[in-house]
């Protein structure tokens, strides 16, 4: 059974830093893709940011040069870095995990609990 658990979300000023953190058990990254998406009330989730097995990085424009989506293979652990944080990063954010290369779309078949991030201004 795969398991995902994100920590690491928060309340921050804007322009302060976060680091999210996706323990994954049950799933190994030799193929596909793990992800971070994020939901606001009232909005869908969204694609935040993507790696494949190699490494390869896809991220939302909103986010681009701001947040870092990294992996650590020999912990089974999904990183966000989040830089810069603005008022419309908050959002709960949840991790993904597919043995196909979903990139930034919606259909991944595993998936956290969530974690809260709030920006204030």
């Known amino acids: 059974e795969v398991q995902l658990v994100e920590s690491g979300g928060g309340s921050v000023q804007a322009g302060g830093s976060l680091r999210l953190s996706c323990a994954a058990s049950?799933?190994?990254?030799?193929?596909?893709?793990m992800a971070w998406f994020r939901q606001a009330p009232g909005q869908k989730r969204g694609g935040v940011a993507a790696?494949?097995?190699?490494?390869?990085?896809r991220y939302a424009e909103s986010v681009k040069g701001r947040f870092t989506i990294s992996q650590d293979n020999a912990k089974n652990t999904l990183y966000l870095q989040m830089n810069s944080l603005k008022p419309e990063d908050t959002a709960m954010y949840y991790c993904?995990?597919?043995?196909?290369?979903?990139?930034?779309?919606?259909?991944?078949?595993?998936w956290g609990q969530g974690t809260q991030v709030t920006v204030s201004s």
């Open positions: 049950g799933y190994t990254a030799s193929t596909g893709c």
């Open positions: 993904a995990a597919d043995r196909e290369k979903l990139w930034l779309l919606p259909w991944y078949n595993y």
């Open positions: 790696i494949d097995s190699d490494g390869s990085t």
